[in-house]
């Protein structure tokens, strides 16, 4: 007997248990990292957040977004994203993040619709400036950031797993090792 997917999440909120909605807007809109974190490639569409702004943040390879009137920020929205999945980004985006429910525009049919987002939880972090790119955040960190991304998921399935904070740190000091007297900030 052939399994069928689950349909897409509903736009209103009365999803079904465990189908979730997950705007994205960094590292999580490349295809590469999501399968690296969830195993799989959900349903994504573009979107667009108003409202907010997507940040550059001293000392890391991964925006932050925080609410500024009259911005936006152009993202995707994952489809379908399970309660286990869910659970996995929570602790993907760790400590610096909280999971938020945001309103987003689809941007091929400007169709409304709830979904959560993950918000730099300090809002006066004096390390956040300017804009995040992520063309050329794939030109520059993806490659690390992949192999970053799989040293913490091997850690999430050990019994003392590091968070993804202490994982980008550790690797970040890994790759400059020999350049000595250089830290990274955090």
């Given at each position: 007997?052939?399994?069928?997917?689950?349909?897409?999440?509903?736009?209103?909120?009365?999803?079904?248990?465990?189908?979730?909605?997950?705007?994205?807007?960094?590292?999580?809109?490349?295809?590469?990292?999501?399968?690296?974190?969830?195993?799989?490639?959900?349903?994504?569409?573009?979107?667009?957040?108003?409202?907010?702004?997507?940040?550059?943040?001293?000392?890391?390879?991964?925006?932050a977004i925080l609410p500024v009137e009259s911005k936006k920020?152009?993202?995707?929205?994952?489809?379908?994203?399970?309660?286990?999945?869910?659970?996995?980004?929570?602790?993907?985006?760790?400590?610096?993040?909280?999971?938020?429910?945001?309103?987003?525009?689809?941007?091929?049919?400007?169709?409304?619709?709830?979904?959560?987002?993950?918000?730099?939880?300090?809002?006066?972090?004096?390390?956040?400036?300017?804009?995040?790119?992520?063309?050329?955040?794939?030109?520059?960190?993806?490659?690390d950031f992949l192999a970053m991304t799989n040293g913490f998921?091997?850690?999430?399935?050990?019994?003392?797993?590091?968070?993804?904070?202490?994982?980008?740190?550790?690797?970040?000091?890994?790759?400059?090792?020999?350049?000595?007297?250089?830290?990274?900030?955090?």
């Amino acid at each position: 007997m052939a399994m069928t997917p689950p349909p897409p999440a509903p736009a209103s909120s009365a999803a079904p248990a465990g189908a979730h909605s997950v705007f994205v807007y960094g590292s999580l809109m490349a295809d590469e990292v999501v399968r690296t974190i969830l195993k799989r490639v959900p349903p994504a569409a573009p979107a667009i957040l108003p409202n907010y702004h997507r940040f550059n943040i001293k000392g890391r390879i991964y925006p932050a977004i925080l609410p500024v009137e009259s911005k936006k920020v152009a993202g995707m929205v994952v489809i379908g994203v399970t309660d286990e999945e869910l659970q996995v980004l929570d602790a993907f985006e760790d400590v610096e993040y909280t999971r938020t429910r945001v309103e987003i525009s689809l941007t091929d049919s400007s169709e409304k619709m709830l979904a959560d987002a993950y918000v730099w939880t300090d809002a006066e972090d004096p390390n956040l400036y300017g804009e995040w790119d992520f063309e050329e955040w794939k030109k520059l960190h993806m490659k690390d950031f992949l192999a970053m991304t799989n040293g913490f998921m091997q850690s999430l399935e050990q019994p003392e797993a590091k968070t993804r904070v202490e994982t980008y740190q550790s690797f970040i000091q890994q790759q400059e090792q020999p350049a000595s007297g250089t830290q990274v900030e955090g």
